[in-house]
């Protein structure tokens, strides 16, 4: 094989390199390779997640170069290159976050209940929700939500309140949940709670009419949130969920959601869950994530995505032969994401 050959048939996004133009077409077809995939800053190499980005840049088995220009000038956070360390010196104060900078309002988040949900037209678009659940059935170790919280954008609360499960209290985790009875006695009854999110949530929208864009309903955000939504008897369409643990970038390479508290370790820079835990501290983290993923300067591109109609088949429209006669880049340019970017969210795609 001519090694110029292999360089033509070598993949314009994650850069692996086949024997035969078809077998490109053919990685093509099922990658989905798009601009809303983690790129590192020195090389351009796609990868499906931060944490592929993350062993490209630190290993184990780096790429060298890109390894050295990292250590150099990169940030550890949101693994960027910066064009020189005193830029990156910068950079890291505002990426590295802390519990501590939501200050008053962590303080407010410690004192009672805030239990009076509004619905209004306002300009809360995105919404983070928690849950922290005590134990039930004979050995404690089915999930009960016996407190939940949520959040708007700029980390005031909207709502918090202890929940009355419908079933019996056998282990309240106290260790990790500071949950004692006399907390959960009087408290707002499930079927109760359940109503004013679900009320919140759809802003007055039917919930069969909720569509992906536009409408009144608010954008959930969450860790884990069908788990969440089941234990508060919820039901809320997926095309409005955003959800840090199944969303692809920030996965394991194995495919298998991170914990929230890596993430918040990993992508903000600060510790979570430690000692009693409450649903506050994790919605600010999740509310950050989605923040942080939301605001990355994607370019814009006429349907983003592979289910888009407009791409209906993505490459299957094309002939084969016409994809072999493509070049990996206009092969990359025609290539489509198969989830949805967050940073959708904050641009007007058609
Ligand atoms: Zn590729
Ligand atoms: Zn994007
Ligand atoms: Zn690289
Ligand atoms: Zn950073």
């Known amino acids: 094989m001519d090694p110029s050959d292999t360089l033509r048939n070598k993949c314009a996004a994650c850069y692996r390199q086949f024997n035969r133009k078809e077998h490109l077409v053919e ?19 796609r990868c499906r997640s931060f944490e592929s980005l993350r062993e490209h840049l630190i290993g184990p088995l780096p790429k060298a170069e890109c390894e050295r220009v990292f250590r150099d000038r990169g940030c550890d956070i949101c693994l960027n290159i910066f064009s020189s360390r005193n830029a ?37 678009k995105a919404v983070a929700l928690a849950c922290k659940m005590v134990g039930g059935g004979s050995d404690g170790s089915l999930d009960l939500c016996a407190k939940v919280c949520i959040i708007d954008e700029y980390e005031n609360i ?9 079933l019996p209290v056998t282990h309240y985790r106290y260790e990790t949940t500071g949950i004692r009875p006399e907390y959960l006695r009087d408290a707002m ?41 089941r234990c508060l008897e919820l039901e809320y369409p997926a095309v409005k969920t955003r959800d840090t643990a199944t969303y692809p970038p920030l996965m394991k390479t194995s495919k298998l959601s991170n914990s929230l508290k890596y993430l918040t370790r990993a992508y903000l ?10 649903p506050y501290e994790d919605c600010v983290a999740t509310m950050r994530l989605y923040r942080r993923m939301r605001s990355q300067p994607h370019r814009n591109e006429n349907y983003p995505l592979a289910t888009d109609p407009q ?5 299957a429209s094309w002939r084969q032969s016409e994809l ?10 025609i290539s489509r994401s198969d989830f949805y970017c967050w940073c959708l969210d904050s641009k007007d795609y058609a």
Not at 96 to 103: A, V
Not at 199 to 222: Q, S, T
Request: net charge positive; charged share 25%.
């Open 27 to 45: 990685h093509m077809r099922t990658s989905y390779h798009s601009v809303h995939e983690p790129m590192c800053g020195y090389c351009g190499k």
């Open 324 to 333: 072999e006669r493509m070049s990996p880049d206009e092969l990359f340019a």
């Open 158 to 166: 909207l709502f918090r309140s202890y929940v009355k499960p419908h």
């Open 88 to 124: 990156v010196r910068v950079h890291r104060d505002t990426c590295q976050l802390s519990y501590g900078n939501s200050g008053l309002l962590h303080r407010f988040a410690s004192l009672g209940i805030q239990d009076d949900l509004r619905i209004d037209s306002g300009k809360t």
């Open 189 to 229: 009854p499930l079927r109760q709670v359940q109503r004013k999110i679900q009320d919140f949530l759809c802003n007055g929208e039917p919930i069969w009419k909720i569509r992906p864009r536009g409408g009144k309903a608010r954008i959930l955000v969450g860790h884990g949130l069908d788990h969440d939504l």
């Open 269 to 278: 820079g600060y510790d979570i869950q430690s000692g009693i835990q409450d």
């Open 311 to 315: 791409n209906k088949n993505n490459f």
